[in-house]
């Protein structure tokens, strides 16, 4: 049965308060099996007969409106999707050594030319960024206190919602949940 990951937007942030175990419940009543939470983040693992991922986050964003009374958008990859998030290497290795964070977002959808665009045109001293399919690398060379791109800015700037992961996270969820070997 094919695996997915859910990233989900607006879990435990912003007053949001969801715990893990109920999450995971909400999962398996949405007809989910093997259903596993990774870090009290909105990560969900999970494994369903369904293959159409633009349907199956349709169905947990509608559900988890209707369950926790708020929108939490959802985006979702398979765990041989996540793999290949997880081994891209978007900078120079020398950049990545010397960075103080490496941040991935999740889209729904992957950059036309004018907003890659846009959204190059956010690059600093501090910040930089490089897009590979759905998703959008960050790498921040100082604190990211220090930094004026956020979330909030990539989805003022894309007008679209999206989600941001540290790249460790994503390397240990890929790293537990690999894809079978064919």
């Excluded at 009290?40 to 986050?57: D, I, M, P, Q, Y």
Aim: hydrophobic share 45%; with cysteine; aromatic share 8%.
């Amino acid at each position: 049965m094919p695996r997915f990951i859910a990233f989900l937007r607006a879990i435990n942030v912003g007053g949001h308060t969801v715990k893990m175990d109920h999450l995971r419940r909400l999962f398996e009543s949405f007809g989910f099996s093997n259903v596993e939470t990774f870090i009290a983040s909105g990560n969900v693992v999970f494994e369903t007969t369904g293959k159409n991922a633009a349907a199956l986050e349709s169905k947990i964003a509608a559900g988890l409106n209707k369950a926790l009374g708020y929108e939490v958008a959802t985006f979702i990859r398979s765990d041989a999707e996540l793999a290949a998030i997880a081994n891209h290497k978007p900078f120079p290795q020398s950049a990545l050594d010397a960075a103080m964070a490496l941040n991935i977002a999740f889209l729904a959808e992957a950059l036309d030319a004018k907003r890659k665009q846009k959204l190059m045109a956010l690059k600093t001293e501090i910040d930089d960024f490089a897009v590979r399919g759905r998703e959008v690398y960050w790498l921040c060379r100082r604190k990211q206190s220090e930094s004026t791109f956020s979330n909030t800015v990539l989805e003022k700037t894309l007008g679209a919602q999206a989600t941001l992961r540290g790249a460790n996270t994503i390397r240990k969820i890929a790293d537990k949940y690999p894809p079978p070997r064919a």
